[in-house]
């Protein structure tokens, strides 16, 4: 499937439903697919960014009312949140850090659906033992390490993804057929601020024909990525991620892709 990349330096930056705006207490304030979400923050804790909006908008668009979900790498909770907002069925929340953990609980209930999300603390699958799901968003961290260090987007402690990005994405899709129901979806970004064509193989290795690119975006480089260009040069020439100008900017990557169970 063919999807159009956007050029960001024809038209301006849209308004994404992806970049949070600080409230005047810890809380940021989500909006996804029209849900308004709040969300307590944890300074140890991955705070939502383009990538989150972007995928879980499309999960949404999709459909995901009556299905069972798991949210895996959930961070904060909004993906989890918004799942049960947009009527899935059964909602799981996982992720290997327990602030994580704490953190979704307290912003399911801040939001009404405490008793929707049930939060799970393991390193990916491991959580949720043999269950399957109709829908698997998966979003652990995936991008070349050096990366997140010089981004700001990861706290300290968030478990990075190896030097080019792949580690933890890899092993996930590696384990998710046994987690997927049949005809069940893995949702899952990829950015080309890691070594996006090997997860796409591996995706292909496993999935096969059943995989698609559902969406991709170009998005300009952030101040801290901007200042931190020789790191991300080497790291390009290095072949451990990619990223390319567009007229005046610096733009990465954004593709999200949804691998599909025999049914
Ligand atoms: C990129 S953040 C995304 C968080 C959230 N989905 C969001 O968009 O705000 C990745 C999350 O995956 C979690 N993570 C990293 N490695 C993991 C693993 N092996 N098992 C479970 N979660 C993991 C991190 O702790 C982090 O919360």
């Not at 996804?32 to 307590?40: S, Y």
Request: aromatic share 6%; proline share 8%.
């Amino acid at each position: 499937m063919t999807v159009a990349i956007p050029n960001p330096a024809a038209e301006p930056r849209p308004a994404t439903p992806a970049e949070p705006a600080p409230a005047a207490d810890d809380a940021l304030h989500w909006s996804v697919a029209g849900f308004d979400i709040r969300l307590h923050t944890d300074p140890a804790v991955f705070r939502p960014t383009v990538t989150t909006g972007v995928l879980t908008s499309e999960v949404l668009r999709a459909g995901v009312s009556g299905r069972s979900a798991l949210d895996l790498g959930c961070g904060s909770g909004p993906i989890a949140i918004a799942l049960v907002k947009a009527g899935a069925a059964v909602v799981c929340a996982s992720d290997l850090m327990p602030e994580a953990c704490e953190l979704t609980r307290r912003n399911a209930a801040a939001n009404g659906v405490a008793t929707r999300v049930e939060v799970l603390r393991g390193d990916l699958f491991e959580a949720v033992g043999d269950r399957r799901f109709d829908v698997v968003v998966d979003d652990v961290s995936g991008v070349a390490e050096e990366v997140a260090i010089v981004s700001s987007w990861f706290p300290p402690a968030v478990p990075l993804g190896g030097s080019d990005g792949t580690s933890l994405t890899v092993e996930m899709l590696r384990q998710s057929p046994r987690h997927l129901a049949p005809g069940g979806a893995l949702w899952f970004p990829v950015l080309s601020l890691s070594n996006a064509a090997r997860i796409v193989a591996v995706a292909t290795e496993i999935y096969g024909g059943n995989v698609e690119l559902v969406a991709a975006k170009l998005i300009p480089f952030s101040p801290e990525l901007k200042d931190n260009l020789a790191t991300l040069t080497r790291l390009r020439e290095a072949g451990l991620i990619s990223f390319e100008q567009v007229r005046s900017r610096l733009c990465w990557t954004l593709e999200i892709y949804r691998a599909t169970a025999p049914a």
